[in-house]
């Protein structure tokens, strides 16, 4: 019996020991993580002003009680209901009105973000041995050498019980064999092996998920063009290009006759900022004009298209420009923008990110489909309410939502509930 | 005993062999020829070389991973076309012809690509409906074996002629001077005819030569004896009570079918209070599609049907004598029928699908006297989709022989291929100019000087008539993928003086439809709806001149026939042959046969025991035994009176008349040098099946009998049939009744069914759908999708089977793969028959994924990858599927489909193209991978790779787009438009499809009012809750179908 109860010991230490190693306080902080990403990022840094101000400190400029929650929810009511400070908030930023939360966002949510804010540390550059992990915050390094030393100490304690036993076993007489070495200890390489075993499978299994993913994917396109001159300076709105948002599943990159609808008149770059590169090297933006006037085959200097002497139909030495792909889904999946932009009347920003300040665009959301079903999970349709006629009314055919919404069985209807999460949505 | 379905022979006499055979529910045996006796170590796959594999693919996965992800460019147009939003599907009204066939269609345009042909609504002729030649056809336009450019002949080959310009100067020299034949198919377009009027006026000696490979001259030289007129009237199937055919399959393939499939239907719609369905008698040699809708058929041999028609006038007084009627059951099967028509003169309608002209004049002498006359026959409005007459292709030849005639231009037609005598037409044609203006190489065009292929359909301007004052139009939908020219162009090219203004024939069409229309506007609107139609029907009978009866009588008394005797036939896949490279239509099975990618004779019991001795009756031990399980079937010799023969395997199918073997043509396409076929014709086109053609009798007229002799040969050829896929073993399947009994008491029908429901049902409640099972049932909130399929109006056609195979990138497998049952169409008509073997009764059933609510294929799935939706869709999530085919064990409908091999380049690796064990993957699948071809799949649908199970997704992708239309329009009514894609292409609009849930939608209301007495599903007692219902058959006979209450 003790021999069996030695066994169950260790593999019970070895089990608090590997359990103690994996968990770390991380969950929460990362949904407040995500939530941040997917819903404030595109106007907010939490260190830096922005198209919003930092949020980092945010308890100690703001009013007190539940201020900061009506401003997410809504803060076109707050400006109006003339609190000082808002008003203040909103002429400091360039008048720029705060999408409202109140349809996206629980308090819960909104505390999740705000935890996150505060939790946030500057990222250092953390050599991890294992490699890959990021945002590991100080709270879990605290935590990761409690585990250790919690792990040495119940290794110490294993090794003095076995010592112990060996001693009072002599006194009683029991012949024991010499204790075998730790390294040599079978269970102990068995726990090693199933240690080793777990975690490198977990990061061998999390490096494969993430195969063909390409977030922070930023290409060196043909032409540098940027969205932070067209749609930030300028003010461009993003359909007037992109067009296809709303009738299609393809957003699509505008024909260059649409570039050229403006790019006529205009053939020098004349912007407030200068034109950087990511890796610093400066652009001359005028040259990246006359690479346009290349590619639609435009005569600069007589302001007019080339003759078509080949009879294709375009101007002679014109050509479609190949733009690089950033945002791919695999072929098994149907996205569809349409859908998004004009049903679900998302914003651009929420998956592509803070656009209109990119110089060159990179793949700001992970695509992932994790990462779509966490947004179909959390995001509300715009339900029909059958007492005063708002919302689409296309959701009046779900009847007992609307019954249990009344009864309150139910406080919102999710893209989820109306089947937003099952397979043949997307892959058919 | 309760009434029987049988699918075989084996399972109605339940014979040794079937016995075997169904203790292995999936007949294909594993190819593990290598392992011998020799145990699994010493095999040619041992276990260690199955660790190094492991390893090795382990090892290379890993490299392959940790390789960079790959570039993907994204470029748009240059200058993007205002109609074209990249990723929205456009919709062009067009018009499908194919030597005279005529079906206004619109076509889906994606990209720039047309991917879908979709029935025309508008017209009034097919009302939306279409056929699986017509689904098809979107498939030849992606044809790798069309010609590129204009050739001249180069010794044994031809070079390519630069321009059209050199072109034009090199045949116009060549054919300056010379008396030129027009030969083309029915050309039934009015400004073709026009032009081609214009063409013969400038070069005197002409003339236009009209010629169709399965030819209707009788018909039209008797209309022309009896009317006056060489013409075809138009004919209302749905004004008629009693439909009498003798040999015309106008549900297949005679004359219109998609047209005649239609007003048919009306007729057989079971509504109201007290219901009334039209009569369908059918007198046939064989058993036709048409034959096996029909409430009573009679079978005679092919040179009887002059007799059976003589018999039929005498009764019903015209002046001819009838002939006596050996065949006791025919004898009754004419009094029966004579009787029904005589009850409803003025409602009847009798066709016939003879090309005799004798026949034909009887049976006008017939529609006389029944009244038919103005009623359902039409002199009104003409149909215009036969113009051949078999005398102007002798005279043709004669005059090419002579001389008389020394250039000829072909378009559309293969008579080098189709003509019954086509050595006789090779010679004459040798010997004189030729250029061919056809689109693919083929047997004529091989043949010819010159060649400028014309273009797809998909790519022409053009416009037909195919009836009388009904016109439909034809715009491009694609710019030609080739550098091909219209052959109107050439006609103005070629007889247009100098300085013309017009030449080309867009500008020409333009000009013309704008003329006669009036207005511009007017022509676009016509251009955007795609057909022209007079506001009232012009309805009007003919002058009847009986004059030619009594000869035409005197004539056919005299017809003798022979002990055996062939009958030719057209499937509805295949028909005359034109369009036999199209894998698609190669791999429909055939409704009756179920048999792909061949032609076979087809006999009745009683000739296979006496000529090939298999006797389906007992099918005792031995090769004969195994005809019904295996795909050998022994081969015969068929000699036709004219001494040409032919060597084809032998199907045994009830119903046949027993003196009669059917042959189908359209198959054998063969190049003039035999290894060319495949690149010359087309790999799939290439073996498939025999040319009987040439066995086709001709005596002044060509008729579609022949005398014949046949002979057991010893060898045997391997058919691919999908019929032993499943057998009813007496489940209830199907249920159906005669209109006596349904209209003494409409409840009786299903009363049975509700029964079992009751007994199965726990603790006496009535709730079946909750409470005969342990499951919960799942509530649908918000839509729940259902389908309704009538079988009273199904015929079988199986033109849904192509538009699903090409809405949703269903793969092609070949035959060597049908043969081992990898077929893959989602939508498949399950063929029943019933009664006796002589004279069956045949349901034809669709089936498709009954997308189950309580589906036993999702319990069974270890990776979850298919699972029921809020909507009630039973999702395939190809992407999480590993292969296991539990589910498709586990259906007991059968419908899952598993992608053995990567038949349409899905995947990367190209081994995935090879089997591992056994077989091969056909050539004619490889024709679908070709980068040309694969422009016809459907974007929206995800091309499956290897080792994915795949089913019917109710056009998932169509649900969504009609509710993401309804969203953003905020209108949930605007979901009632959602047409699956079996049922837009359904002729007869057997198929309803809708939302459930929603109490004013079609199958709300078909399910629980309209029909609710005939409303039920398949397998119902396993309480798998299907989503599919069918509606119950109604025969409009007194007989009772299947022998149900006379075995009773």
Known sequence: MSRYRKIFNRIFASIFLVVLLSVNQQSFAADGEALFKANCAACHKVDKDFTGPALKGWKDRVPGGDWIYRWIANSAEVIASGDAYAVKLFNDHNKTQMTAFHNQLKKEDVDAILKYVDDWAPPVAAPSALGGETGTSNDSLIFGILTMVLALIAFVLLQVNSNLRKLSDEKEGVIRPEPVPVYKNKTYIMVAILVLFTVGGFYTINAAIGLGRQQDYQPQQPIFYSHKVHAGTNQISCLYCHGGAQDSKQASIPSVNVCMNCHKAIDKYEGPDELVRENGVKVDGTAEIQKLYAYAGWNSSTKSYNPDNDNDGMPDGSKPIEWIKIHNLPDHVYFNHSQHVKVGKQQCQTCHGNIQEMPEVHQFAPLSMGWCINCHRQTKVDFYDKDNGTGNKFYSIYEKFHNDLKNHKMDSVTVESIGGTECQKCHY | ?1048
């Open chain 2, 1 to 1048: 005993m309760k009434k029987k379905y049988w699918q075989s022979f084996g399972e109605l006499n339940y014979t040794e062999s079937f016995q075997e055979s169904t203790k292995n529910e999936f007949k294909e045996e594993l190819p593990l020829a290598d392992l011998d006796d020799k145990g699994i170590l010493e095999a040619t796959t041992p276990r260690r070389d199955f660790l190094k594999y492991l390893g090795f693919s382990t090892a290379a996965a890993a490299i392959a991973a940790s390789c960079e992800v790959p570039v993907h460019k994204a470029i748009p147009y240059l200058n993007k076309p205002d109609n074209e939003i990249p990723g929205v599907a456009n919709y062009y009204a067009s018009t499908y012809v194919n030597g005279g066939d005529t079906i206004p269609v619109v076509v889906k345009q994606r990209d720039g690509r047309p991917i879908k042909i979709e029935g025309n609504e508008l017209s009034t002729i097919t009302n939306g409906g279409t056929n699986a030649q017509a689904q098809a056809s979107v498939l030849d336009l992606y044809d790798n074996t069309r010609l590129r450019y204009p050739m001249q002949k180069d010794g044994k080959s031809f070079k390519e002629v630069t321009s059209f310009d050199a072109f034009d100067k090199m045949v116009g020299a060549d054919i300056t001077g010379k008396s030129i034949a027009l030969l083309t198919g029915t050309i039934n377009s009015p400004t073709t005819l026009q032009l081609i009027n214009e063409f013969i006026s400038k070069h005197p000696g002409s003339r236009h030569v009209q010629y169709d490979a399965v030819s209707y001259s009788g018909m039209l030289q008797a209309n022309e004896a009896c009317y006056g007129k060489r013409a075809i009237p138009s004919y209302h199937f749905d004004n008629a009570k009693v439909i009498v055919s003798l040999s015309a399959d106008f549900l297949g393939t005679w004359l219109s079918p998609v047209e005649f499939a239609y007003q048919y239907s009306k007729g057989r719609k079971v509504t109201g209070e007290k219901v009334e369905l039209n009569r369908h008698i059918q007198f046939e040699s064989m058993i036709s599609l048409t034959g096996s809708n029909a409430d009573d058929r009679y079978t005679h041999k092919p040179s009887q049907i002059g007799a059976v028609a003589l018999a039929l006038a005498a009764k019903l007084g015209v002046a001819v004598t009838a002939p006596s009627i050996a065949d006791a059951r025919l004898a009754k099967g004419i009094d029966d029928t004579v009787a029904a028509l005589n009850a409803n003169k003025g409602a009847a309608l009798v066709v016939c699908g003879s090309n005799d002209v004798n026949v034909q004049i009887i049976v006008n002498a017939i529609n006389e006297a029944i009244g038919a006359n103005g009623k359902t026959i039409n002199w009104g409005m003409t149909s215009n989709y036969k113009n051949g007459i078999d005398a102007d292709m002798v005279k043709l030849i004669d005059d090419m022989n002579s001389g008389t005639i020394n250039a000829v231009l072909v378009y559309g037609v293969n008579p080098a291929y189709s003509y019954s005598d086509s050595k006789k037409f090779k010679d004459a044609f040798a010997k004189v100019t030729s250029v061919s203006f056809n689109a693919a190489m083929d047997e004529t065009t091989e043949l010819c000087k010159y060649i400028l292929p014309a273009h797809h359909w998909l790519e022409s301007w053009g416009d037909a008539e195919p009836k009388t004052g009904y016109y439909s139009l034809i715009q491009p939908t694609i710019n030609p993928l080739f550098k091909t020219r219209a052959f109107q162009t050439s006609l103005i090219k070629w007889s247009a003086a100098a300085g013309s203004m017009v030449n080309d024939y867009e500008t020409y069409f333009k000009t013309y439809w704008n003329a006669k229309l009036g207005s511009v506007d007017v022509y676009e609107k016509a251009l955007q709806d795609g057909v022209i139609e007079p506001a009232s029907m012009p309805v009007a009978g003919g002058t009847y001149n009986g004059a030619k009866t009594a000869e035409a009588a005197a004539a056919l008394a005299s017809v003798k026939g022979a002990e055996t005797e062939i009958y030719f036939y057209e499937k509805v896949s295949i028909g005359n042959g034109s369009q036999a490279n199209n894998p698609w239509l190669q791999e429909l099975p055939d409704p009756l046969t179920k048999v792909t990618w061949d032609n076979y004779a087809m006999i009745s019991p009683a000739m296979a025991k006496a000529l090939v001795g298999i006797d389906v009756m007992t099918m005792e031990g031995g090769q004969q035994s195994n005809y019904e399980v295996h795909p050998e079937k022994p081969v015969i010799k068929v000699t036709a009176a004219n001494g040409k023969s032919v060597e084809l395997p032998v199907i045994v199918l009830p119903g046949m008349n027993k003196n009669t073997i059917a042959l189908a043509v359209g198959y054998g396409r063969e190049s003039a040098n035999k290894e060319d076929t495949a690149t010359n014709i087309g790999k799939s086109a290439n073996g498939a099946g025999k040319n009987v053609y040439p066995l086709i009798g001709f005596s002044g007229t060509n008729v579609n009998f022949s005398v014949a002799t046949a002979e057991k040969t010893g060898a045997t050829y391997p058919l691919a049939q999908t019929q032993i896929h499943g057998f009813t073993e007496g489940r209830a399947i199907l249920h159906e009744t005669n209109l006596k009994s349904y209209n003494a008491n409409p409840e009786a029908l299903l009363e049975e069914v509700a029964k079992e429901r009751e007994s199965i049902t726990a603790g006496g409640s009535k709730d079946f759908i909750n409470d005969a099972t342990i499951y919960p049932n799942f509530e649908k909130p918000g839509i729940k999708w259902g389908m309704s399929i009538d079988l009273n109006t199904c015929t079988g056609c199986s033109a849904c089977v192509i538009a699903c195979t090409a809405e949703n990138n269903v793969s092609v497998v070949g035959k060597q793969q049908v043969q081992r049952f990898h077929d893959m169409q989602w939508l498949r008509i399950d063929r029943y028959f019933t009664g006796d073997m002589e004279n069956p009764d045949v349901v034809f059933q669709p089936m498709l994924c009954q997308h189950c609510d309580n589906a036993p294929c999702e319990n069974v799935c270890p990776v979850a990858a298919t699972n029921h939706s809020s909507e009630g869709l039973n999702q395939m999530v190809y992407n999480r599927c590993i292969g296991t085919r539990y589910c498709a064990n586990n259906c007991p409908f059968k419908v899952r489909r598993f992608n053995w091999l990567d038949f349409t380049g899905a995947d990367s690796f190209p081994d995935n193209q090879k089997p591992i064990l056994g077989g091969y993957m056909d050539e004619s699948v490889m024709q679908m991978n070709d980068d040309l071809t694969r422009m016809v799949l459907n974007p929206d649908v995800t091309v499956r790779s290897r080792g994915v199970m795949e089913k019917c997704s109710f056009c998932v992708q169509r649900l969504q787009d009609s509710k993401l239309e309804a969203k953003k329009q905020q209108n949930p009514k605007l979901v009632r438009n959602v047409k699956t894609a079996c049922m837009q292409a359904c002729p007869t609009h057997a198929i309803s499809f809708g939302n459930v849930n929603d109490k004013e939608s079609d199958v709300y209301k078909i399910r629980n009012v309209d029909q609710k007495h005939r409303s039920f599903y398949v397998l119902e007692h396993l309480h798998v809750l299907p989503n599919v219902n069918y509606l119950a058959k109604v025969r409009n006979t007194d007989r009772h179908i299947g022998g149900e209450e006379a075995e009773a």
